[in-house]
């Protein structure tokens, strides 16, 4: 069997996602009967795109194309071609396409090839749930989303509980939940203490992470210390003097390394789809802190491994609570154990090849 995944979006915790996908589909007795291809582009600035082949496993194939995040119609036929010239030449029997971007140019290109193939599409948060744009731009990517499904067909691969309650009502859904590799993330777990309680977050810094938010609750917490672990277009909005911005890591290991250096986590996301860096600070024992969203709540289990928020003024109570370590460590390990349970890389993707059979 031949899956072809396709995905622009390749930066932050979906380069984490394909990672690990790569590794389990790129295992010998795996690719023995599943041969499978990446087609990506690799413009993020978060990533560094010479990098990508080395961190990959060589069990999976590598076709990188120019894909553009913005719209662009030229580019974007472009791409559509080019997309369907190398999966015309592959010619697999599963196609698999991430985020909405690669959902619009991969169906396009799917459509150029005339032949029926099984089609899947991962959405990793739904553009329509965007809150920086306006309520007319929802209400056209919801109708790209609605009528794309209902031409094109397929099925929809929801990567989180409340993804796949929406997800149904645009076509057919499964739910194959985002996961991590757990034990890697784990070996990167050391006990410390910090002086003052460090709160962070892992991120773009961009408007669905929500940076002024981090900034006020920063302001309104100066005897804590803030972490951002990442970079991004929105930097000037973070002024707090009490938050450190750590600027892009292309170091796996130097970030997991901040990562479990800070004693809660914060997502102050405003959209999700399931994410992955959440996943990980529960990996590395932190108790997680979290907007009450699609994806935050998913992950995250109030008043057991953590909290989930909806107004700034709820916080002081929650960080009260978790100044105590002993608190901390009791959160952080059911964190650990709801990992285990439901967000395990290898049971995920067991799950995922087990959909590409049917």
């Known amino acids: 069997m031949k899956v072809v995944h396709i995905i622009e979006a390749l930066g932050g915790g979906v380069y984490t996602y394909f990672r690990d996908l790569s590794t389990f589909f790129g295992d010998d007795e795996i690719n023995k009967n599943i041969e499978t291809t990446i087609i990506y582009s690799g413009n993020r600035k978060e990533i560094d795109a010479q990098k990508i ?48 971007k690669a959902g619009v140019l991969g169906r396009i290109a799917y459509f150029f090839l005339f032949r029926k193939k099984k089609l899947f599409y991962t959405p990793h ?25 209902r031409f094109f067909g397929g099925i929809i691969v929801a990567c989180g509980d409340t993804e796949l309650e929406i997800a149904k009502g645009i076509g057919k859904a499964k739910l194959v939940r985002n996961g991590i590799d757990i034990t890697n993330v784990q070996q990167h777990y050391a006990p410390h203490q910090n002086e003052k309680l460090t709160i962070g977050i892992m991120a773009r810094i961009t408007a669905a992470r929500n940076p002024e938010v981090f900034n006020q609750i920063a302001l309104k917490f100066p005897d804590f210390n803030f972490v951002w672990i990442g970079d991004g277009e929105l930097r000037p909005l973070i002024t707090a003097p009490n938050i450190r911005i750590t600027g892009w890591i292309l170091d796996r290991k130097t970030v997991l390394k901040e990562l479990n250096n800070i004693d809660i986590y914060i997502q102050i996301s405003l959209w999700e789809g399931l994410p992955i860096a959440v996943l990980e600070a529960m990996a590395l024992q932190k108790p ?8 935050n709540k998913d992950a995250v289990l109030h008043n057991e491994t953590g909290f989930l928020f909806t107004d700034i003024n709820e916080l002081e109570s929650y960080f009260e ?25 290898n049971q995920n993707f067991k799950q995922l090849l087990a959909l590409y059979k049917e």
């Open 125 to 149: 948060g739904y553009s329509f749930l965007r809150t920086d744009i306006s309520n007319t731009m929802r209400n056209i990517y919801w109708g790209i989303e609605k009528n794309f499904q």
């Open 53 to 100: 082949k080395s961190e990959f496993s060589d069990g999976v194939k590598l076709v990188q194309i120019n894909m553009v995040r913005e719209f662009s119609p030229f580019q974007d036929l472009k791409s559509a071609f080019q997309l369907a010239k190398e999966i015309k030449k592959i010619n697999p029997d599963v196609i698999h396409l991430h985020s909405s």
């Open 288 to 295: 997680v802190i979290a907007t009450n969203i699609i994806g």
């Open 321 to 345: 609570i978790l100044k105590d370590p002993k608190t901390r460590d009791v959160f952080g390990k059911n964190s650990l154990a709801r990992c285990r349970n439901l967000f395990d890389k």
